[in-house]
């Protein structure tokens, strides 16, 4: 009984978790509209723009601060969820789909931190990069090509600050959307299922009385 009670809870909690995995997506993705209007993906315009957002646009640094928490924030809960689930036994056939959706969120938010982190033009970020490439580069087979997508063929410049922001912006942001809403319909639905055999249950009638007079001898 209480082992039955402890899963119901983790399993409310990772709704929860869900739903609050889906606000920090929105609240990434909306600031990251704002934020579009006045950046400058260029390698000499990208940090100059950042600067005059945090400056000298109205409300531009509140905007910039709430996009970077969210972005890490979602990570972490994205992280925790995981964790959550396989505590609550959801590692079954029927939570295939959050199981998935989840899993795979939490890649697409790591995802987004990692294409986001050239895109300031910091020396940091430009260092991280090249480190990350040569990596990339000696992935087998696909290495080679993979460094041409992002970079555009050659060295780090203008190029792959547009690569980057458009696969941050336009494909792993909206995957990430998609994949939150996801895997909080799978969930709500399964714990919709979750119920559903006891209220089925609770719903039935007993018979009446007068259906079991005994017969006369």
Known sequence: MQSTQFDRILRRLATTLAVVILTLCLIYLSTGVLLSFDYEPTAGGAYNSLRRINTEVPYGWLFHRAHEISGNAVIVVALIQIVVMFLGRQFRKSWLVAWISGILFALSAIALDWSAMLLDWTQEGYWRFSIELGTIEAIPFIGGQLRDILTGGGAISTVTIQHLYTIHSYLISVATLILAVVH????????????QPKSEFGNLQQPAESEFIPSQS
Do not use: F, I
């Not at 909080?184 to 119920?195: D, F, I």
């Open 184 to 195: 909080l319909s799978a969930l709500l639905w399964q714990e919709k299922q979750m119920y």
